[in-house]
């Protein structure tokens, strides 16, 4: 009768490497020389902890086992931080605070970080809504702090007829390209038809949207119709003419703009603007003259193109410290950093729509206002 088996191989599966018998672990895989001894401090040392993890490629050939670190315990800041997260996704996306508590949603922040705990609708919808609002109202007053702004305002009614008066504050952003492809027609005259108005439409439909911009200037509306009555066809452009009688103050306007100081103007344009800022203060003719023969201080340099992409109230008031004349620049800066149109009003009205909704009609004007207000900042950016 053979030698008895140490009662250590309960634990291991015996198994032939090269010929030699060696033992493989039931609980890592690992492979152990055939000593009962070694084999029973490996039991030993693998069975002492639940560190020990099987991992087996797909060859089937065992591995060396990896030992399975404890998930560090969430700190009370980090965790903080994780639900004002939460909070952002919830706000910039515009969904439910109700769907915190979706079954699903739990499962897959345990899957991401077990033992986590996600808010409920009430801390999200409460104290987390009001530290991220007050996050973003700091970071939007530390950008405007000192600078001269364009605001807007107008009143408005939510879905249950509360009043609203809404601010805008300018916030310039890229003008995006206009484009349109007209589809496959299988008439010709219709297909005709369509790039015919094509044509005509496209140039007003570019016109309107730059107009409509919130990083148009009144200093451009002037170059946005000059533009237009030079794109549109000619039995047009007479029509054009006749409808675009511009105010005097949009000619002042573009005088006063650095990037085009009048130079498109014709002469009885520029005499309109002249006129029209002589009798709003006849203080400022001197320097106004000086301002537009680029006498200094007002050199050539500053009207470089490497200045146009400075605002034109920016670079009147950054010319208070090169010497221009404070009550130029008073009437300048406020003339020249004004919208032209209510349109970036409008889209705050719209957004607050969007999120006081008729799904969300039990909301507060207050938390209504700052859930469009950050949603605004959040997509903007």
């Not at 939460?86 to 969904?95: L, T, Y």
């Not at 700091?138 to 305002?153: M, R, W």
């Not at 589809?183 to 015919?196: F, L, N, P, W």
């Amino acid at each position: 009768m053979g030698r008895r088996k140490s009662d250590v191989w309960s634990h291991f599966k015996e198994i032939k490497v090269d010929g030699v018998t060696r033992g493989k672990c039931d609980s890592c895989s690992e492979t152990i020389v055939a000593n009962p001894e070694k084999m029973k401090k490996h039991w030993d040392s693998c069975t002492s902890s639940s560190s020990v993890v099987l991992i087996d490629d797909d060859s089937g050939i065992p591995r060396k086992a990896l030992k399975q670190t404890t998930l560090p315990i969430t700190s009370a800041d980090k965790s903080h931080d994780i639900e004002l997260q939460i909070g952002r996704f919830f706000i910039a996306s515009n969904s439910a605070f109700l769907q915190v508590e979706n079954k699903e949603f739990e499962k897959m922040v345990q899957m991401l970080k077990p033992g986590d705990k996600v808010p409920n609708r009430r801390k999200l919808a409460g104290p987390i809504l009001d530290e991220i609002f007050q996050q973003e109202k700091d970071n939007v007053t530390k950008k405007i702090q000192g600078c001269n702004a364009t605001l807007a305002l107008d009143g408005w009614s939510t879905i249950t007829n509360d009043p609203v008066i809404g601010v805008y504050h300018n916030i310039f952003r890229n003008i995006l390209e206009y484009d349109r492809h007209i589809r496959t027609m299988e008439q010709i005259s219709v297909k005709r038809s369509a790039q015919d108005l094509m044509t005509i439409f496209k140039p007003i439909a570019i016109a309107l949207d730059k107009l409509q911009s919130e990083k148009t200037f009144l200093g451009d509306v002037f170059e946005i119709w000059l533009d237009l009555r030079t794109k549109c066809p000619e039995e047009y452009v007479s029509k054009i003419a006749n409808r675009s009688d511009l105010l005097p103050i949009f000619y002042v306007a573009n005088l006063l703009d650095h990037r085009y100081h009048g130079a498109k103007m014709d002469p009885a344009e520029v005499c309109t603007g002249m006129e029209y800022i002589n009798q709003c203060s006849k203080d400022i003719a001197p320097e106004l003259s000086s301002y537009m023969a680029k006498y200094a201080p007002y050199s050539s340099y500053l009207f470089a193109e490497k200045f146009a992409e400075v605002s034109p109230a920016a670079w009147w008031v950054a010319g208070l410290k090169m010497g221009f004349d404070s009550d130029l620049v008073s009437i300048a800066a406020s003339i020249v950093g004004a919208c032209p149109a209510s349109s970036g009003l409008e889209r705050c009205f719209s957004t607050l729509g969007f999120t006081h909704g008729k799904l969300r009609s039990q909301l507060g004007v207050e938390k209504g206002g700052k859930l469009a207000f950050l949603f605004r900042q959040f997509n903007s950016q």
